[in-house]
């Protein structure tokens, strides 16, 4: 079955699923979806994601929003080793703690202050700076101490995470505090089918 993402290219909810299609080494049809002009909003994609939001995959007859759902699906369908979303109760909990961080702290700092300065998003600049200087400090410091998020080998955590936080200085967050998280940053550019989430300053105004 034909494997398709509904994505835009400068998300990096997006980039989530690309980056895991990509490491998987699954074949894929992208489609770009303008949201500029408002192609999130029609009701053929309303159809698909109810919240008008990317990205979407559709998989044979299986259509999923939530870039962190398709990343547990696209690695509990596709991943037959089962390191990428592991089964032991344990493991899959801390790995699952991660994909919280990356919808919640993730989502409010580094990624709304990325919104703020690229899309010109209205939201608190100040605050979300603060925010993600409360998470990178935690984050730094458990990766000071293992390769990747829970552990010796990368995950979906590591997926998740990863966009935003490369990103973060398009929102005049600074990863220089950071050793560690930068050194993680690395390892997982140096994954084989690594695919990157292209550079910006500019967007389009919300």
Not at 27 to 38: A, C, E, F, H, R
Not at 42 to 47: G, R, S, V, Y
Not at 59 to 85: C, K
Request: glycine letters at 6%; a neutral charge; charged letters at 15%.
């Amino acid at each position: 079955m034909a494997i398709r993402l509904h994505s835009f290219a400068l998300s990096g909810h997006s980039h989530r699923a690309t980056l895991l299609l990509s490491l998987l080494n699954l074949p894929y049809t992208d489609v770009p979806v303008d949201l500029k002009s408002g192609a999130h909003k029609t009701p053929a994609f309303l159809a698909m994601n109810p919240f008008g939001q990317v990205p979407v995959l559709e998989d044979g007859e299986t259509v999923l929003f939530d870039s962190n759902a398709i990343l547990v699906y696209l690695a509990q369908t596709y991943d037959p080793a089962r390191t990428w979303y592991p089964q032991e109760p344990v493991a899959a909990a801390r790995v699952q703690q991660w994909l919280s961080v990356a919808a919640g702290l993730i989502a409010f700092g580094p990624a709304a202050a990325r919104l703020v300065t690229v899309f010109g998003a209205k939201l608190d600049h100040d605050r979300a700076k603060l925010i993600a200087a409360g998470v990178l400090s935690v984050l730094d410091g458990q990766l000071a101490s293992r390769a990747f998020v829970t552990g010796p080998t990368p995950t979906v955590a590591d997926v998740s995470l990863y966009a935003y936080i490369a990103h973060a200085p398009e929102g005049e967050v600074s990863l220089e505090p950071y050793p560690s998280i930068r050194a993680w940053l690395t390892r997982i550019e140096a994954l084989p089918g690594f695919v990157a989430m292209p550079a910006t300053k500019t967007g389009f105004a919300a």
